[in-house]
């Protein structure tokens, strides 16, 4: 038995140090490390492709922004498309987290949209890349099998827009006159736009820019004593 024991030790040791997930499913020491190579390719490219474009922008590219040789990379990605797909269902499963959530909050329809605006500020900040990369190249991802779920997420999130915005015009929270697709068309576009102003928006925290959104939405920028 120890001699199985040992065995067993030994053959734990070498999955340890071939960088492979630990019995209970762990990352092991070298896996981690792997694992931050790994992101940090992700962030690199994403940099580019924000800068350049996804489609402009080449394997090699990545590569010498890391680095490392073209061939390299595939050590952790099998394509380009592999790259890009992680960036974007990342950003796209934030930010249907952050719809479902408030959506199920059972709050007021002007709760739920506060909810959702106040938190997609935060989910955009943390994904310009993504962002960028849809402004710029959504005609080429809206094409391509691999990226339908891009297309399916948007639906959703636009059918969860409206259905506050009728939810608040049955409840005459809302103008009964809101035209709900247009709202949320023109909303989305707004919530997008401060995630891409770099250093100009180092001046106004992300709470600021939600409470800005939030009090035209509400409020409009008449002077009502007036």
Do not use: C
């Not at 199985?4 to 734990?12: D, F, H, P, S, Y």
């Not at 402009?56 to 990605?77: K, M, N, P, Q």
């Not at 709900?180 to 995630?195: E, F, G, K, N, Q």
């Not at 770099?198 to 001046?203: D, F, P, Y």
């Amino acid at each position: 038995m120890a001699g199985v024991k040992t065995t067993r030790e030994g053959q734990a040791s070498a999955r340890n140090q071939s960088g492979s997930s630990g019995p209970d499913g762990s990352i092991t020491a070298d896996g981690s490390a792997r694992s931050e190579r790994r992101a940090h390719l992700v962030v690199l490219a994403g940099e580019l492709f924000a800068q350049k474009g996804y489609r402009a922008t080449t394997v090699r590219e990545i590569a010498d922004a890391a680095g490392i040789l073209s061939g390299s990379l595939y050590h952790h990605f099998d394509s380009k498309e592999s790259i890009g797909d992680e960036i974007l269902s990342s950003f796209i499963n934030d930010v249907l987290a952050d719809y479902r959530d408030a959506a199920s909050s059972a709050g007021s329809p002007r709760e739920v949209v506060e909810q959702i605006v106040r938190s997609t500020s935060r989910t955009l900040s943390r994904h310009r890349a993504a962002l960028a990369m849809l402004q710029n190249d959504w005609n080429y991802f809206s094409t391509q099998d691999r990226f339908g779920y891009l297309r399916k997420a948007l639906g959703e999130i636009e059918r969860t827009w409206i259905a506050q915005f009728e939810r608040g015009k049955e409840a005459g929270v809302f103008r009964a006159d809101l035209d709900a697709r247009l709202t949320y068309r023109l909303l989305r576009d707004v919530l997008w736009i401060p995630s891409q102003w770099g250093a100009a928006s180092s001046s106004y925290s992300i709470d600021q820019v939600a409470d800005a959104i939030l009090a035209l939405l509400f409020d409009g920028i008449l002077n009502r004593a007036a």
